[in-house]
């Protein structure tokens, strides 16, 4: 199946078109979100609920979710999952000022419940489809776009979600991301997806067979030392990164008092970074550099976030907290966006079609699933100790001595995965 370049530019113009606009919106909603309850609770998991909550839910729809998209249609499925966000957006619209105070943890977890089903079920169905929306040679450069929407959004959403959230509250986060929604909705609508009639064939035969189906998906990846290097690296970047995702917040609003704008300036940096990073692969030639861009990034990013906590121990002005932290943050999004899209495209070029929705699944899901309990050990640990910079000093420094620790391996296993699937 071969999609012409004509055809292949639209399918990335709508999909990142998508990616942009949904982006925009909904990075702002979650910013408007955790400022609405930390205003409300004062505490520091209001920035770090929903990854409380989101990997738990990962964990329990990892079977079903991961067989759906394998035995399903792709398009149906994303368009599902968007439509199920929709409706809870319009709900929590509906019911969140008739609660005041700690009472609207209530409605925002409950909507952060169906909104991580959801999201999970049209990101997973995504994944897997996207070489039905271009050719195999087009996956990184999608996968860079895709990415670059992404970052760019990241840098216009903080100072839109600041003034927007002074301005008017947090209902015009709920009214933008609603109308927003609603657009992507309709431009995924809008897009063609390819699949063969042999991948129909192999969904329709494998529909009820759900347990035995997902665990095809787990014995594919006891034969991909690397991917499964790769679940492992995500799991501890993630519990070390939770220390970030909490502590920069409660740092520089709570404790260096730099108040809510400092923070938009700072995700911006971080923002600039991943679409620079991520620009930066749309250009290079497919599967080249794969140890630079996996091994280079594993040790940077853990030691970028020991760097950023010396800065905010040893620094408390405005300026100096943006310049030297902004530019820290710069080359850790750079950092991050390398190493995201280099493990995407391997896993969507080397996995077969019909594994890659319970492959995308379980990665997801290992992905996040070390997130609840590093948002509460952080939490914990910002709020019970004086100084948040130390933790976020001691974090990077163990995570860089694990790094090191499992870089052999990882090289290896990487030379193995290259001989093996790279001709």
Known sequence: MIINQHDTNIQIFKAVSSSLISGISGNMFSYGLGLMLLATTGSAISFGLSMVITPVVDLLVLVP????????????????GMLGR?????????????????????PVSIFLVVNAVCVNLYTTAQNSAIHELVNAEQIQRLSSLNNSA??????????????????????????????????????????????SSNTEQ???????????????G???????????????????????????NIGLPFIVIKQLHLGNAAIGYLDTFNAIGMLTGSLLLSWRPQQKHLHQQIIGPVIMLTSLLGLLGLVLRQTTSLSQVLTLGGSLLFILGFSLAILNVTSQVRIQTTVPSHLLGRVSATMTTANTAIFPLGTLFFTACFQNFP?????????GGIGLLISLMILPSLRHDLIQDQQKFDH
């Not at 903080?158 to 933008?176: E, H, I, K, M, Q």
């Not at 100084?387 to 974090?395: C, K, R, Y």
């Open 65 to 80: 979710i991961g067989n759906l998209v394998d035995h399903g249609t792709h398009k149906k499925l994303i368009l599902s």
């Open 86 to 106: 929709l409706l809870a957006l319009a709900l929590l619209m509906t019911v969140i000022d008739r609660f005041s105070g700690q009472q609207k943890l209530i």
């Open 150 to 195: 992404s970052s760019l959004a990241a840098i216009i959403s903080p100072t839109l979600g600041v003034a927007l959230y002074s301005w008017l509250g947090f209902d015009a986060f709920l009214v933008c991301e609603l109308v927003a929604s609603l657009i992507s909705l309709i431009i995924t609508a809008a897009m063609k997806f390819q699949v």
């Open 202 to 216: 192999i969904q329709h035969q494998q529909h009820f067979q759900q347990l035995q189906n997902f665990k095809m």
């Open 218 to 244: 787990l014995a594919y990846l006891k034969q991909r030392p690397l991917i499964l290097k790769l679940i492992s690296i995500s799991v501890y970047l993630n519990f070390i990164f939770s220390a970030l």
């Open 387 to 395: 100084s948040g910079a130390l933790i976020l000093a001691l974090t």
